[in-house]
């Protein structure tokens, strides 16, 4: 029998990227619209509950943190900003959560064709993307209602809406080849993403790092504390209303800057600073909350870092996925 | 250069006493010893395909023929050795491909003609072919759940077969649809092999390995027991399988002592034919049929009995008889003789795929099997009505009132 030379080192393996890149963006994409399609066509309310999910989530946050707990009604604009927050970490979430069982889900095309693994989890992340291109235009008609100018600032949001993307994919090819060595991935990453939402400014402003972090016993509604709230409010105290921020005097301390590295503070930040407006004080960039340009680049390496780390791990995994499944 | 190369490839999967599949057990019990057999599913295979070949691959349950096609079709990854493909491949394994049970089959063609190479233009291009191929033109709006599950396997064979690929790798394609898609696919085999495509195909069905295929390999306990030849292989298949009963090969001995000394009497071919004496793949229902078996005596043997038994597709014994039964003693050969043994009967069989497993065998009661050769020939039965049942005999029904 001859070796062939071509064969030479050549072992006909699963892999994640393949090496066809044309193929790799054609099955991606048609992966994640055949999803998409199914989730929006596939019933008559299809579109309607996908878009209304959000919105109903965003309708109990309103009502229970501006009628009940006051936070909110210090907050100039605070309707678009936790709209903005909330689509946002829905995408983030949706992207995520989904990865986590994905491979498990396309198990009937692992098992039987050859295709770049990582298409799987991608997918999930542009189908994500596609909703959350959708669930934008809510969030421009609240914003329009509201009487906030459209400003050239607005197109800010595609740079941070592609690095929420790209953290969520990288975070989304760990979870996935995790997942398969250890099924209580899933429940470690609700109770981890629960953690990640209550830590990041998305039903919340900015600015509330600073009273709620160091004057947790202070003379404001510690947002973070329900049972606090609940306490004050049973006991009849009102909280406080006061110290909004006015111009640009917003100074976060120590802890404040550190929770801003988290890459989903950051970018909630930026897009409200795009979106919303309001000076420096109100809707801080990202740049000026974490207290330098420089610093900025943390969120942004944790983001690459995160992203990276998920291409090693899944390019280490996927010549055994389908075997392990 | 090879179509399809493989060199000393081999596959071993660990199969754990305990598997762990949460971190909170792994957690709670760091020192248990992580204990396993390893199953050595494809132990060192090496092969050459050259481009337009139709290569068999054969074994028993668990002889690593899935497991090697899965190796190869990329889907698992070797842990020795080397693979390699030239061409584009279309897989077909574990009857199918990836079908999503919630899409339409017009998306679900496009997706998996995507995932199998084509782009999105080609994909639509081929896509009337392939509704074609597997006769759905009626159902193509309707989700996959809705289907029975012969419709969407004959739209993933469909798929499979119609993506122009260079090298089909089709694992148990017989179990697939009724005889007439059978043929079908059969035809569709030779259509693409004219056209030098190169097809590796995994069955049971020794018929179909002698009738289609160029080479054929016998895979047992993951190594390469035997190659060349189909008829010589499928001949070394029905030793492993029916070893008790040819007792002649039933012991371990090496291809070349079993050469070297023979058989009493070996089967050498065995076909259908029609009422005319030609050799025939299919049939109606009710015309008659005949059976013929070549044996070729290597030593003089005394009344030997010749016996033929018919199976359908899933397996089951339809009909047997032997000579022994029917006609009693069959006389004296001489070694060198070669005769062929014909058996008429009538043809009651419904629309299915039949094989025939000839035999001969000492003369006493049938146990001193000399040879025996499982499914040589196929034929396929169509016409007539698609009852429950495996033969539609000639009836009458009277209804009598009292």
């Known amino acids: 029998m001859s070796i062939p030379e071509q064969a030479e080192g050549k072992r006909y393996s699963p892999s994640a990227f393949g090496d066809d890149l044309r193929r790799f963006v054609s099955l991606t994409y048609t992966l994640a619209s055949t999803d998409f399609k199914l989730t929006y066509f596939n019933s008559i309310l299809g579109y309607f509950w996908s878009l209304m999910r959000p919105l109903l989530f965003f309708g109990v946050l309103y009502f229970v943190f501006t009628d009940i707990f006051h936070v909110g009604t210090d907050v100039p604009n605070y309707s678009v900003e936790l709209l903005l927050g909330i689509i946002l970490w829905t995408f983030f979430l949706q992207a995520t959560t989904g990865s986590v069982q994905a491979m498990l889900s396309r198990e009937g095309l692992l098992r039987k064709m050859r295709f770049p693994r990582l298409v799987v989890p991608l997918a999930i992340t542009l189908t994500a993307l596609f909703q959350l291109t959708t669930n934008l235009i809510p969030i421009f008609v609240l914003a329009l209602i509201r009487g906030i100018a459209p400003t050239w600032s607005w197109l800010e949001l595609i740079p941070v809406v592609v690095l929420l993307a790209i953290l969520a994919a990288g975070i989304g090819m760990l979870l996935s080849v995790l997942y398969i060595r250890a099924r209580d991935i899933q429940p470690i990453w609700d109770v981890l993403s629960q953690l990640l939402f209550y830590a990041s400014p998305i039903i919340y402003p900015v600015y509330y790092y600073n009273h709620h972090t160091l004057n947790y016993y202070g003379p404001h509604c510690v947002f973070n504390s329900l049972s606090d709230t609940v306490l004050n409010t049973v006991t009849g105290k009102v909280c406080a209303t006061s110290s909004v921020p006015v111009g640009n005097n917003l100074h976060l301390h120590f802890i404040g800057h550190f929770l801003m590295t988290n890459p989903i503070a950051a970018l909630i930040a930026q897009a409200r600073h795009a979106l919303v407006g309001g000076g420096e004080g109100v809707n801080p960039s990202a740049a000026f909350a974490l207290g330098g340009w420089e610093f900025a680049l943390i969120p942004l390496g944790i983001i690459l870092a995160v992203f990276a780390l998920g291409v090693v791990v899944f390019h280490h995994e996927a010549p055994r996925i389908s075997e392990n499944l | ?402």
Not at chain 2, 4 to 9: E, K, L, R
Not at chain 2, 330 to 341: Q, Y
């Open chain 2, 1 to 402: 250069m090879p179509a399809v190369s493989i060199q000393g490839a081999s596959k071993a999967f660990k199969l754990h006493h305990r598997q762990y599949h949460t971190l909170k057990e792994r957690a709670l019990h760091p020192f248990q010893a992580r204990t396993y057999d390893l199953l050595q599913a494809v132990d060192n295979v090496s092969v050459d395909i050259a481009q337009g070949e139709f290569f068999g691959i054969i074994g028993r349950n668990g002889s690593g023929k899935s497991t090697l096609l899965k190796c190869l079709a990329g889907i698992y990854d070797i842990d020795a050795g080397k693979m390699d493909v030239r061409g584009r491949l279309s897989p077909f394994i574990e009857l199918g491909v990836g079908f999503n049970v919630d899409l339409t089959a017009r998306d679900n063609v496009i997706l998996n003609a995507i995932v199998l190479g084509l782009t999105r233009k080609e994909a639509k291009a081929r896509f009337d072919s392939i509704i074609a191929f597997a006769e759905l033109e009626d159902f193509l709006d309707m989700r996959l759940k809705n289907y029975s599950s012969g419709m969407s396997v004959r739209l993933a064979f469909a798929v499979a077969i119609q993506v122009d690929a260079d090298v089909l790798l089709i694992d148990e394609v017989l179990a697939v649809g009724d005889a007439s898609f059978q043929q079908k696919c059969f035809d569709e085999f030779q259509r693409l092999k004219k056209q030098g495509r190169t097809i590796l195909f995994v069955t049971h069905d020794m018929g179909a390995i002698q009738r289609f295929c160029d080479r054929a390999m016998l895979l047992d306990k993951g190594r390469m027991v035997s190659i060349g030849d189909p008829a010589d292989v499928a001949h070394r298949y029905n030793a492993l399988n029916f070893g008790r009963t040819v007792h002649e090969l039933s012991d371990e001995r090496s291809e070349d002592d079993r050469r070297s000394d023979q058989r009493d009497a070996d089967i050498t071919d065995a076909w259908f034919e029609d009422a005319a004496g030609g050799r025939i793949a299919s049939i109606d229902h009710r015309q008659p049929i005949a059976v013929g078996v070549e044996v070729r005596f290597n030593a003089a043997l005394e009344d030997p009995s010749f016996g033929v038994t018919i199976r359908n597709n899933a397996g089951a014994t339809v009909f047997a008889t032997t000579t022994e039964w029917a006609i009693g003693p069959t006389g004296r050969f001489a070694a060198g003789e070669l005769v062929t043994v014909r058996l008429r009967l009538e043809n009651w069989f419904t629309p299915a795929s039949y094989t025939v497993t000839p035999s001969i065998a000492r003369a006493g009661m049938g146990s001193d099997t000399i040879d025996l050769r499982a499914d040589l020939a196929t034929i396929i039965v169509h016409g007539g009505r698609f009852t429950t049942g495996v033969v539609d005999l000639p009836h009458e029904f009277e209804i009598t009132r009292r």
